[in-house]
């Protein structure tokens, strides 16, 4: 089964190799980015299978083309494979290597030792540089960067949506009701109720 992701952008659900190949907005995309994060190894098979195949069909001879057909440009065009290559750190050397280039121009990749051990018989080196990391070519069709903030952004989301479900209305404070002073009467006295009568 291909792998598929719901699209936000566009409101339907789209194939990891339209995303990975043609979508304007894959380095950009939250969606994309936690996908391609947890699926990286498959999306990236799926890429490499599908520039293999192209290569197979730009090295075949075109069949000619039919001149009353019209050709429609395609809509989508996928990126440049190099746009999607980038070089990644494996590991950190822990101790230090060396290539040694000779006088014919072939790379050796020796310890400390070694070389220390041919500069003591003599041997000189054309060129010597030092490897500190050792590297990988892999697509890199999200910035690592892009996919942390991706998660960050996922993460406060969902910490949003569980206070939200959690959140209990609080309960609410009874007025307090008044209370009858003992000595009511004596600051206010009852009203009179005055008649007037009306003189005969």
């Known amino acids: 089964m291909r792998l598929k992701l719901y699209c936000n952008r566009y409101g339907h659900f789209k194939d990891a190799l339209v995303c990975s190949v043609n979508c304007a907005f894959r380095t950009r995309c939250n969606d994309f980015a936690l996908f391609y994060d947890g699926h990286r190894a498959e999306v990236d098979a799926l890429v490499s299978d599908y520039y293999d195949a192209r290569r197979g069909q730009s090295s075949d001879p075109r069949a000619p083309q039919d001149s009353t057909l019209t050709h429609i440009q395609p809509v989508a065009r996928p990126e440049e494979m190099r746009k999607l290559i980038r070089l990644e750190v494996l590991r950190e050397m822990a101790e230090s290597f060396y290539i040694w280039i000779d006088k014919e121009d072939r790379a050796e990749l020796l310890e400390t030792a070694d070389v220390l051990r041919r500069a003591e018989r003599g041997q000189k080196a054309k060129s010597i540089y030092r490897v ?62 005055v008649r007037a009568r009306a003189g005969r």
């Open 132 to 193: 500190a990391q050792e590297m990988e070519l892999r697509y890199q069709l999200v910035p690592r960067k892009r996919i942390e903030k991706a998660k960050r952004v996922a993460e406060a989301a969902a910490e949003r949506a569980e206070a939200r479900r959690t959140r209990r209305t609080p309960a609410p404070v009874p007025f307090p009701a008044p209370v009858a002073a003992d000595d009511a009467e004596r600051e206010a006295p009852a009203p009179r109720r």
